[in-house]
C-alpha cells in the first residue's frame, strides 16, 4: 500500500478522575505539571507509549505491526534480524558500506515495525540500522485548567517479613488529580510518510489507537482515564494549506460552570468555529 499523500494535523482531549495520568520519577511521582502555571503535562513519550501497547494488543503480531520499543526487548538483538533477512553480516557500530544495503536494512526495520514507521527511531546501537525520523509526532497533552494534585495515603495490611507480623499496618501514599481534561497535539507529515512506508492503513490504526488506547491501560495509579475528543485537520495537499497553529485556534474548550471545580467531561463545552478553518483543509470530528 503506498504512502499517505496529505498532511494533518489533530487534537485529542481525553481527561483523568482521580488517577495519576503521568507521574514525574524526580518529583516523588507527583503529576507532571508547570511549576510557573499550575497546568498539568503529559509526556509525548507517555502518549507514544499508550499507542504502541495498543497496536501490540490490536495486532498480535501480525507480520508489518511487531512494536520495536518494548518493555524487555534486547534492541542489538532486533536489529539482528535485518541483516539476517539480507544475510549481511553486521559490523558494530556502523551500517553496511554499500548504500543499497543500508537501506536495504533500514527498510527492512520500517516495514516490519509500526513504530518506527509511524514515529521513527534512532536504531544507532551496537548493530547499527540507521536512524529514522518518522511522520507522526505529538507535543506534550497540557490541561486546560491548572491542576490540583491531592496526596492519600494507604495502607496495606499485609506485611513484607516475618519480623513485622505484629505490626497492625504499613503505610504509603499516592498521589492523584481529581479531574483533569488534558488537550494533546499532534502532526503528521506526508513527505516523512513516504521515507517510511506509513500508509492509510497505518493511519487508521493511529485513530483507532487514540480513540481506545486507555482502554486496555487501566491501573489503580492512573485512575479512570478515557479519551473523549479525536479532531483531525486533513490538508488537501503533501505540504499542507495552512499553518497548523491556525488550525489549533479554531478550536476552543470552555467552561459551562466558573462556580465550583470541574469534575466530570460534561463540565466543559468544546465549540469548534469552523468559519476560521480555511480552505483546503477539511476537518473531521472522529470522536
Not at 45 to 68: A, Q
Not at 167 to 195: C, D, N, Q
Not at 265 to 281: A, Q, R, T
Amino acid at each position: 500500500m503506498a504512502a499517505i499523500t496529505n498532511r494533518y494535523e489533530f487534537i485529542l482531549l481525553f481527561d483523568v478522575e482521580n488517577g495519576n495520568p503521568n507521574g514525574d520519577p524526580d518529583a516523588g511521582n507527583l503529576p507532571r505539571f508547570d511549576p510557573e502555571t499550575g497546568f498539568g503535562l503529559v509526556t509525548d513519550v507517555c502518549l507514544k507509549r499508550k499507542i504502541r501497547n495498543h497496536v501490540s494488543i490490536l495486532m498480535d503480531g501480525k507480520p508489518g505491526y511487531n512494536i520495536y520499543i518494548q518493555e524487555k526487548t534486547v534492541l542489538n538483538e532486533t536489529n539482528k534480524l535485518a541483516y539476517k533477512e539480507y544475510n549481511l553480516e553486521p559490523e558494530k557500530k556502523k551500517l553496511p558500506k554499500k548504500e543499497e544495503d543500508a537501506k536495504k536494512v533500514t527498510g527492512w526495520m520500517c516495514s516490519n515495525f509500526f513504530d518506527v514507521r509511524a514515529f521513527g527511531a534512532v536504531m544507532t546501537t551496537e548493530i547499527n540500522c540507521g536512524q529514522v525520523r518518522g511522520p507522526v509526532q505529538l507535543a506534550f497533552a497540557k490541561s486546560v485548567e491548572p491542576i490540583f494534585a491531592q496526596e492519600i495515603s494507604i495502607t496495606r495490611m499485609a506485611v513484607t517479613n516475618v519480623k513485622d507480623l505484629e505490626k497492625e499496618r504499613t503505610m504509603g501514599r499516592k498521589h492523584i488529580v481529581p479531574y483533569g481534561l488534558y488537550m494533546a497535539k499532534g502532526f503528521i507529515s506526508a513527505p516523512l510518510a513516504v521515507k517510511t512506508g506509513f500508509n492509510d492503513e497505518d493511519l487508521q490504526l493511529l485513530w483507532n489507537a487514540l480513540s481506545n488506547m486507555f482502554e486496555h491501560d487501566r491501573s489503580a495509579a492512573r485512575g479512570f482515564m478515557s479519551s473523549r475528543k479525536l479532531i483531525v485537520f486533513k490538508h488537501d495537499s503533501e505540504l499542507g494549506n495552512a499553518p497548523a497553529h491556525k488550525l489549533f485556534d479554531a478550536i476552543k474548550v470552555e467552561r459551562k460552570n466558573n462556580t465550583r471545580p470541574a469534575r466530570k467531561f460534561d463540565d466543559y463545552s468544546v465549540v469548534i468555529n469552523k468559519d476560521e478553518i480555511p480552505k483546503g483543509v477539511t476537518l473531521q470530528e472522529l470522536m
